[in-house]
């Protein structure tokens, strides 16, 4: 039962297009949302996080918006550029005391040069 | 040190075989995980330590699979009569004090033959 899913596994985009990375989550207890972007042989990293209680954080080329009652969201970037070329991974947390992730299982993203 | 810290970055053992994995995080921080991710996944939570303590260790998927954290800093993940199925790559993390996204280090790929 994957609670967080990613349903697209690759996106391409030319070069200073916008990218819009989806997310959609089934449990209505995560109250708080990540993205990391992974390059090969590393770790993800983080990038962006959005609060339950928020529909929109933004920070520089990246805003991640929140739809609470479509249990979505999604990551924009803009302008993309070739270096954004990268698996992204959307993560929920739950409330309380649980500190754990629950990952989707990523989009790979090329940006075109 | 300034990142975490995995060793090995690669092992291979045979089935049957113990294997050790280290993590060594960001000084300071308190809140430790540790996650498997196979390939085309998401990382899948296995422990969280919140200093020398298991805070949670529910996605551990059997009693094969334990982890320690003696001293709030260093910790081992143990993988007992290894299977082929557990190969993967083992992602840890640290975080100052559990909240907010955390910190990766570059994994240990784990391949068992």
């Known amino acids: 039962d994957q609670q967080v899913k990613q349903n697209s596994p690759s996106l391409s985009v030319q070069e200073g297009r916008i990218s819009i990375l989806n997310c959609d989550y089934t449990?209505?207890?995560?109250?708080?949302f990540l993205w990391y972007k992974k390059y090969p042989a590393e770790g993800p990293t983080f990038l962006i996080s959005?609060?339950?209680?928020?529909d929109k954080n933004e920070d520089g080329r990246f805003t991640v918006f929140l739809n609470k009652s479509a249990k979505h969201l999604s990551l924009h970037i803009v302008p993309s550029q070739p270096g954004d070329s990268a698996v992204y991974f959307c993560a929920a947390r739950g409330s309380g005391s649980a500190r754990q992730l629950t990952f989707g299982s990523g989009t790979q993203l090329t940006v075109l040069p | 040190g300034a990142g975490v810290s995995q060793t090995p970055s690669n092992k291979v053992t045979e089935k049957g075989k113990y294997v050790e994995l280290r993590c060594d995080p960001i000084?300071?921080?308190?809140?430790l995980y540790w996650y498997r991710q196979s390939l085309g996944q998401g990382p899948e939570f296995l422990i969280y330590f919140q200093g020398t303590g298991a805070a949670d260790d529910s996605g551990l998927p059997n009693d094969r699979f334990f982890a320690v954290r003696p001293e709030g800093s260093v910790s081992t993940l143990k993988i007992q009569r290894t299977e082929r199925g557990d190969s993967a790559v083992y992602l840890c993390a640290s975080s100052r004090d559990g909240n907010g996204g955390y910190t990766f280090g570059s994994g240990t790929r784990l391949t068992v033959v």
């Open positions: 000084s300071g921080h308190t809140a």
């Open positions: 449990n209505s207890m995560f109250d708080y």
């Open positions: 959005i609060s339950s209680i928020k």
